[in-house]
Protein backbone atom coordinates (compact mmCIF):
# COMPACT_ATOMS: atom_id res chain seq x y z
CA UNK A 1 0.00 0.00 0.00
CA UNK A 2 1.21 3.18 -0.71
CA UNK A 3 2.38 5.60 1.03
CA UNK A 4 0.16 8.82 2.03
CA UNK A 5 2.69 11.44 2.59
CA UNK A 6 3.67 14.03 0.42
CA UNK A 7 7.34 14.67 -1.14
CA UNK A 8 9.07 17.77 -0.70
CA UNK A 9 8.28 19.52 -3.39
CA UNK A 10 4.63 18.99 -2.91
CA UNK A 11 5.13 20.28 0.84
CA UNK A 12 6.87 22.93 -0.55
CA UNK A 13 4.21 23.66 -3.23
CA UNK A 14 1.22 23.81 -0.32
CA UNK A 15 3.02 26.27 1.44
CA UNK A 16 3.27 28.88 -1.43
CA UNK A 17 -0.62 28.28 -2.15
CA UNK A 18 -1.48 28.80 1.06
CA UNK A 19 0.78 32.08 1.36
CA UNK A 20 -0.62 33.34 -2.34
CA UNK A 21 -4.15 32.54 -1.41
CA UNK A 22 -4.45 34.19 2.04
CA UNK A 23 -2.25 37.59 0.20
CA UNK A 24 -4.90 37.25 -2.66
CA UNK A 25 -7.78 37.57 -0.76
CA UNK A 26 -7.38 41.16 -0.51
CA UNK A 27 -7.01 41.53 -4.25
CA UNK A 28 -9.55 39.28 -5.65
CA UNK A 29 -12.68 41.23 -6.45
CA UNK A 30 -16.20 40.12 -4.12
CA UNK A 31 -17.34 39.21 -7.40
CA UNK A 32 -14.73 37.06 -8.77
CA UNK A 33 -14.26 35.19 -5.20
CA UNK A 34 -17.92 34.15 -5.24
CA UNK A 35 -17.03 30.26 -6.06
CA UNK A 36 -17.70 28.87 -2.47
CA UNK A 37 -18.38 25.08 -1.89
CA UNK A 38 -17.61 24.94 1.47
CA UNK A 39 -19.35 28.09 3.12
CA UNK A 40 -21.77 29.80 0.47
CA UNK A 41 -20.34 33.41 2.44
CA UNK A 42 -16.24 31.78 2.60
CA UNK A 43 -14.79 32.83 -1.29
CA UNK A 44 -12.28 30.77 -2.57
CA UNK A 45 -9.11 32.08 -1.59
CA UNK A 46 -9.92 30.87 1.98
CA UNK A 47 -10.90 27.47 1.08
CA UNK A 48 -7.81 27.10 -0.72
CA UNK A 49 -5.88 27.91 2.34
CA UNK A 50 -7.74 26.03 4.47
CA UNK A 51 -7.56 23.47 2.99
CA UNK A 52 -4.20 23.93 1.88
CA UNK A 53 -3.22 23.67 5.74
CA UNK A 54 -5.32 20.44 5.83
CA UNK A 55 -3.28 18.46 3.08
CA UNK A 56 -0.13 19.75 4.78
CA UNK A 57 -1.33 18.06 7.96
CA UNK A 58 -2.68 15.44 6.40
CA UNK A 59 0.44 14.75 4.95
CA UNK A 60 2.38 14.39 8.07
CA UNK A 61 -0.13 12.88 10.29
CA UNK A 62 -2.46 10.77 7.68
CA UNK A 63 -0.78 6.72 8.26
CA UNK A 64 -1.31 7.83 12.52
CA UNK A 65 -4.87 8.75 11.52
CA UNK A 66 -5.76 5.87 9.31
CA UNK A 67 -4.63 3.45 12.15
CA UNK A 68 -7.56 4.72 14.68
CA UNK A 69 -10.15 6.75 12.82
CA UNK A 70 -10.21 5.65 9.06
CA UNK A 71 -13.93 6.51 8.63
CA UNK A 72 -12.35 10.33 9.19
CA UNK A 73 -9.87 9.78 6.79
CA UNK A 74 -12.13 8.90 4.53
CA UNK A 75 -14.11 11.56 5.02
CA UNK A 76 -11.54 13.93 4.14
CA UNK A 77 -10.80 12.12 1.46
CA UNK A 78 -14.20 13.07 0.11
CA UNK A 79 -13.87 16.95 1.09
CA UNK A 80 -10.63 17.08 -1.05
CA UNK A 81 -12.66 15.62 -3.76
CA UNK A 82 -15.33 18.27 -3.42
CA UNK A 83 -12.77 21.18 -3.55
CA UNK A 84 -10.85 19.20 -6.45
CA UNK A 85 -14.21 19.49 -8.78
CA UNK A 86 -14.96 22.88 -8.50
CA UNK A 87 -11.44 23.91 -8.95
CA UNK A 88 -11.66 21.93 -12.24
CA UNK A 89 -14.39 24.47 -13.08
CA UNK A 90 -12.67 27.30 -13.35
CA UNK A 91 -10.36 28.51 -16.52
CA UNK A 92 -6.82 26.62 -17.08
CA UNK A 93 -5.11 29.92 -16.47
CA UNK A 94 -6.75 29.92 -12.79
CA UNK A 95 -4.99 28.35 -9.63
CA UNK A 96 -2.90 25.50 -12.03
CA UNK A 97 -0.74 24.54 -9.16
CA UNK A 98 -3.43 24.13 -6.62
CA UNK A 99 -5.75 21.33 -9.09
CA UNK A 100 -2.53 19.93 -9.52
CA UNK A 101 -1.44 19.69 -5.41
CA UNK A 102 -5.26 18.63 -4.60
CA UNK A 103 -5.29 15.49 -7.24
CA UNK A 104 -1.82 14.25 -5.83
CA UNK A 105 -3.30 14.83 -2.11
CA UNK A 106 -6.69 13.36 -3.10
CA UNK A 107 -4.74 10.54 -4.68
CA UNK A 108 -2.83 9.98 -1.11
CA UNK A 109 -5.19 10.11 1.01
CA UNK A 110 -7.21 7.17 -1.25
CA UNK A 111 -4.60 4.79 -0.69
CA UNK A 112 -4.11 5.31 2.59
CA UNK A 113 -7.79 4.34 3.48
CA UNK A 114 -8.22 0.68 4.46
CA UNK A 115 -11.44 -0.96 5.80
CA UNK A 116 -12.83 -0.59 9.06
CA UNK A 117 -12.92 -4.06 10.92
CA UNK A 118 -15.71 -6.00 11.76
CA UNK A 119 -16.72 -6.13 15.47
CA UNK A 120 -19.40 -8.15 17.46
CA UNK A 121 -22.06 -6.15 17.03
CA UNK A 122 -22.61 -5.66 13.38
CA UNK A 123 -21.15 -8.87 12.42
CA UNK A 124 -22.63 -12.39 13.92
CA UNK A 125 -20.18 -14.71 11.86
CA UNK A 126 -17.04 -12.93 13.63
CA UNK A 127 -18.78 -13.59 16.95
CA UNK A 128 -19.01 -17.10 16.31
CA UNK A 129 -15.58 -17.49 15.46
CA UNK A 130 -14.41 -15.86 18.33
CA UNK A 131 -16.39 -18.13 20.56
CA UNK A 132 -15.67 -21.15 19.19
CA UNK A 133 -11.98 -20.05 19.63
CA UNK A 134 -12.36 -19.81 23.06
CA UNK A 135 -13.26 -23.44 23.31
CA UNK A 136 -10.96 -24.77 21.06
CA UNK A 137 -8.62 -23.24 23.21
CA UNK A 138 -9.57 -24.32 26.47
CA UNK A 139 -9.74 -27.74 25.20
CA UNK A 140 -5.99 -27.19 23.82
CA UNK A 141 -5.14 -26.26 26.93
CA UNK A 142 -6.59 -29.30 28.47
CA UNK A 143 -5.22 -31.71 26.44
CA UNK A 144 -1.54 -30.49 27.01
CA UNK A 145 -2.03 -29.88 30.58
CA UNK A 146 -4.58 -32.51 32.00
CA UNK A 147 -4.48 -30.80 35.95
CA UNK A 148 -5.78 -27.62 34.21
CA UNK A 149 -9.78 -26.30 35.20
CA UNK A 150 -11.78 -24.30 33.20
CA UNK A 151 -14.00 -21.50 34.29
CA UNK A 152 -15.36 -18.88 32.05
CA UNK A 153 -14.49 -17.61 28.23
CA UNK A 154 -16.45 -15.09 27.13
CA UNK A 155 -16.35 -13.51 23.57
CA UNK A 156 -14.77 -9.34 23.91
CA UNK A 157 -14.23 -6.42 21.76
CA UNK A 158 -11.13 -7.43 19.95
CA UNK A 159 -11.27 -11.50 20.92
CA UNK A 160 -11.60 -13.30 23.42
CA UNK A 161 -10.36 -14.83 26.84
CA UNK A 162 -10.31 -17.93 28.90
CA UNK A 163 -9.67 -18.14 32.70
CA UNK A 164 -7.75 -21.26 33.93
CA UNK A 165 -7.39 -22.60 37.12
CA UNK A 166 -3.95 -25.04 37.86
CA UNK A 167 -3.71 -26.59 41.06
CA UNK A 168 -0.66 -28.13 43.08
CA UNK A 169 -0.63 -31.77 41.41
CA UNK A 170 1.81 -34.36 43.26
CA UNK A 171 4.36 -36.76 40.49
CA UNK A 172 2.91 -40.08 40.93
CA UNK A 173 6.54 -41.42 41.24
CA UNK A 174 7.90 -39.61 43.91
CA UNK A 175 5.30 -37.91 45.68
CA UNK A 176 6.87 -34.82 45.33
CA UNK A 177 3.82 -31.30 45.28
CA UNK A 178 4.63 -29.75 42.05
CA UNK A 179 3.46 -26.25 42.39
CA UNK A 180 0.77 -24.45 40.27
CA UNK A 181 1.91 -24.00 36.98
CA UNK A 182 2.71 -20.66 35.21
CA UNK A 183 2.07 -20.26 31.59
CA UNK A 184 4.64 -18.53 29.57
CA UNK A 185 5.01 -17.24 26.09
CA UNK A 186 6.13 -20.58 25.03
CA UNK A 187 3.20 -22.57 26.19
CA UNK A 188 1.09 -20.21 24.46
CA UNK A 189 2.99 -21.27 21.12
CA UNK A 190 2.31 -25.33 22.55
CA UNK A 191 -1.01 -24.01 22.84
CA UNK A 192 -1.76 -22.10 19.46
CA UNK A 193 -0.30 -25.29 18.11
CA UNK A 194 -2.52 -27.81 19.17
CA UNK A 195 -5.34 -25.64 18.66
CA UNK A 196 -4.61 -25.57 14.85
CA UNK A 197 -4.41 -29.56 15.37
CA UNK A 198 -7.81 -29.62 16.59
CA UNK A 199 -8.89 -26.67 13.68
CA UNK A 200 -7.70 -29.21 11.35
CA UNK A 201 -9.56 -32.66 12.30
CA UNK A 202 -12.61 -30.58 11.78
CA UNK A 203 -14.50 -32.28 14.55
CA UNK A 204 -18.74 -31.22 14.93
CA UNK A 205 -19.29 -28.66 17.59
CA UNK A 206 -23.10 -29.51 18.23
CA UNK A 207 -25.68 -28.47 21.34
CA UNK A 208 -26.62 -30.62 23.59
CA UNK A 209 -29.95 -30.42 26.54
CA UNK A 210 -29.56 -31.63 29.62
CA UNK A 211 -31.38 -31.36 32.91
CA UNK A 212 -29.87 -29.96 35.63
CA UNK A 213 -29.53 -32.78 37.15
CA UNK A 214 -27.76 -34.34 34.60
CA UNK A 215 -25.43 -31.66 33.91
CA UNK A 216 -24.16 -32.24 37.76
CA UNK A 217 -23.15 -35.53 37.29
CA UNK A 218 -20.89 -34.95 34.20
CA UNK A 219 -19.20 -32.13 36.03
CA UNK A 220 -18.95 -34.29 39.07
CA UNK A 221 -17.46 -37.13 37.36
CA UNK A 222 -14.61 -34.80 35.20
CA UNK A 223 -14.22 -32.85 38.53
CA UNK A 224 -14.64 -29.49 37.95
CA UNK A 225 -16.04 -27.54 40.07
CA UNK A 226 -16.02 -23.96 38.77
CA UNK A 227 -18.34 -25.15 36.22
CA UNK A 228 -20.68 -26.48 39.34
CA UNK A 229 -20.36 -22.84 40.57
CA UNK A 230 -21.11 -21.65 36.93
CA UNK A 231 -24.11 -23.93 37.11
CA UNK A 232 -25.57 -22.95 40.41
CA UNK A 233 -25.86 -19.57 38.30
CA UNK A 234 -27.86 -20.64 35.56
CA UNK A 235 -31.19 -19.58 36.40
CA UNK A 236 -32.81 -21.53 33.14
CA UNK A 237 -33.58 -24.67 32.25
CA UNK A 238 -32.94 -26.90 30.37
CA UNK A 239 -28.64 -26.38 30.48
CA UNK A 240 -27.41 -26.57 27.22
CA UNK A 241 -23.89 -28.20 26.62
CA UNK A 242 -21.75 -27.92 23.14
CA UNK A 243 -19.52 -30.60 22.34
CA UNK A 244 -16.40 -30.32 20.25
CA UNK A 245 -16.35 -34.03 18.44
CA UNK A 246 -16.45 -36.37 20.86
CA UNK A 247 -13.21 -34.74 22.59
CA UNK A 248 -14.57 -32.00 25.09
CA UNK A 249 -17.48 -30.26 26.21
CA UNK A 250 -18.51 -27.32 28.22
CA UNK A 251 -21.47 -25.61 29.48
CA UNK A 252 -22.34 -22.42 27.29
CA UNK A 253 -25.45 -20.73 25.39
CA UNK A 254 -23.74 -20.46 22.06
CA UNK A 255 -23.64 -19.06 19.63
CA UNK A 256 -21.16 -20.94 17.79
CA UNK A 257 -19.50 -22.30 14.36
CA UNK A 258 -20.79 -25.97 12.89
CA UNK A 259 -17.58 -27.64 12.90
CA UNK A 260 -13.50 -26.46 14.24
CA UNK A 261 -12.52 -26.67 10.54
CA UNK A 262 -14.71 -23.71 9.89
CA UNK A 263 -12.14 -21.37 11.53
CA UNK A 264 -9.21 -19.56 10.41
CA UNK A 265 -6.50 -20.85 12.01
CA UNK A 266 -4.03 -18.02 10.37
CA UNK A 267 -6.91 -15.57 11.78
CA UNK A 268 -6.40 -16.61 15.32
CA UNK A 269 -3.27 -15.59 17.79
CA UNK A 270 -2.89 -15.79 21.14
CA UNK A 271 -1.44 -12.62 23.04
CA UNK A 272 -0.85 -12.65 26.59
CA UNK A 273 -1.42 -13.98 29.79
CA UNK A 274 -2.55 -12.27 32.92
CA UNK A 275 -3.86 -12.89 36.54
CA UNK A 276 -7.19 -12.73 37.50
CA UNK A 277 -9.54 -13.49 40.68
CA UNK A 278 -12.00 -16.45 40.46
CA UNK A 279 -15.59 -13.76 40.51
CA UNK A 280 -12.95 -10.69 41.56
CA UNK A 281 -12.89 -11.73 44.79
CA UNK A 282 -9.25 -11.42 46.28
CA UNK A 283 -10.17 -13.94 48.77
CA UNK A 284 -10.67 -16.63 46.14
CA UNK A 285 -8.10 -18.66 43.84
CA UNK A 286 -5.79 -17.15 41.29
CA UNK A 287 -6.35 -18.02 37.91
CA UNK A 288 -5.07 -17.82 34.52
CA UNK A 289 -6.08 -15.66 31.66
CA UNK A 290 -5.14 -16.08 28.66
CA UNK A 291 -6.33 -13.49 25.63
CA UNK A 292 -6.74 -13.88 22.48
CA UNK A 293 -7.61 -12.36 18.85
CA UNK A 294 -9.63 -13.94 16.22
CA UNK A 295 -10.68 -12.62 12.78
CA UNK A 296 -12.44 -13.81 10.13
CA UNK A 297 -9.35 -14.00 7.23
CA UNK A 298 -5.70 -13.01 8.20
CA UNK A 299 -5.31 -9.55 6.88
CA UNK A 300 -7.64 -8.36 9.50
CA UNK A 301 -5.35 -10.00 11.67
CA UNK A 302 -2.47 -8.09 10.29
CA UNK A 303 -4.55 -4.95 10.25
CA UNK A 304 -4.88 -5.50 14.15
CA UNK A 305 -1.97 -5.86 14.78
CA UNK A 306 -0.55 -2.88 12.74
CA UNK A 307 -2.89 -0.87 14.62
CA UNK A 308 -1.67 -2.61 18.48
CA UNK A 309 1.95 -1.25 17.09
CA UNK A 310 0.66 2.12 16.36
CA UNK A 311 -1.16 2.08 19.92
CA UNK A 312 2.09 1.18 21.75
CA UNK A 313 4.58 3.70 19.86
CA UNK A 314 2.04 6.43 21.35
CA UNK A 315 1.82 4.74 25.13
CA UNK A 316 2.16 7.59 26.86
CA UNK A 317 4.97 6.17 29.10
CA UNK A 318 7.79 5.87 26.28
CA UNK A 319 7.01 9.00 24.30
CA UNK A 320 6.75 11.37 27.86
CA UNK A 321 10.28 9.72 28.66
CA UNK A 322 11.57 9.78 24.59
CA UNK A 323 10.48 13.40 25.17
CA UNK A 324 11.93 14.30 27.92
CA UNK A 325 8.28 15.45 29.47
CA UNK A 326 8.51 13.69 32.30
CA UNK A 327 10.99 11.20 34.94
CA UNK A 328 10.07 8.30 36.73
CA UNK A 329 11.77 7.50 40.22
CA UNK A 330 10.78 3.97 40.41
CA UNK A 331 12.83 3.43 43.66
CA UNK A 332 11.67 6.81 45.77
CA UNK A 333 7.71 6.09 44.20
CA UNK A 334 7.97 3.00 45.88
CA UNK A 335 9.12 3.72 49.52
CA UNK A 336 6.46 6.12 49.80
CA UNK A 337 4.79 3.33 48.68
CA UNK A 338 5.85 1.53 51.47
CA UNK A 339 5.59 3.64 53.90
CA UNK A 340 1.99 4.68 53.42
CA UNK A 341 0.90 0.94 53.44
CA UNK A 342 2.45 0.58 56.72
CA UNK A 343 0.88 2.88 58.27
CA UNK A 344 -2.23 2.55 56.91
CA UNK A 345 -4.97 -0.37 55.96
CA UNK A 346 -4.35 -3.21 53.52
CA UNK A 347 -7.26 -2.01 51.16
CA UNK A 348 -6.58 1.72 51.28
CA UNK A 349 -3.19 0.47 49.50
CA UNK A 350 -5.08 -0.70 46.35
CA UNK A 351 -5.55 2.37 44.59
CA UNK A 352 -2.13 3.68 45.17
CA UNK A 353 -0.44 0.48 43.81
CA UNK A 354 -2.74 0.66 40.67
CA UNK A 355 -1.18 4.15 39.42
CA UNK A 356 2.32 3.29 40.34
CA UNK A 357 1.47 0.33 38.00
CA UNK A 358 0.32 2.64 35.46
CA UNK A 359 3.04 5.01 36.01
CA UNK A 360 6.20 2.34 36.55
Not at 260 to 275: D, N, Y
Amino acid sequence: MPKASLSGTSRAISYCITLYSCWSIKKTPTKEANLSFVYQQKSMNWNLATMSLIAILSSLTARRVTAFVPGSLKRMGQRFQCIQRQVQRQPASYHHLTRRFLSATVEAVEAEVVEELPTNDNDNELLKIRHSSAHVMAMAVQDIYPEAQVTIGPWIDNGFYYDFYFPETKDPETGETIPERKLSEQDLKEVKKAMDKIIGKDYPITREEVTREEARKRIEAINEPFKLEILDTIKTDPITIYHIGDEWWDLCAGPHVDSTGKLPKKAIALQSVAGAYWRGDENREMLQRVYATAWKDPSQLKQYKKMMEEAKKRDHRILGKKLDLFSIQVSLLYHCYILFCVNSERRSCRPLHRLLTLLC
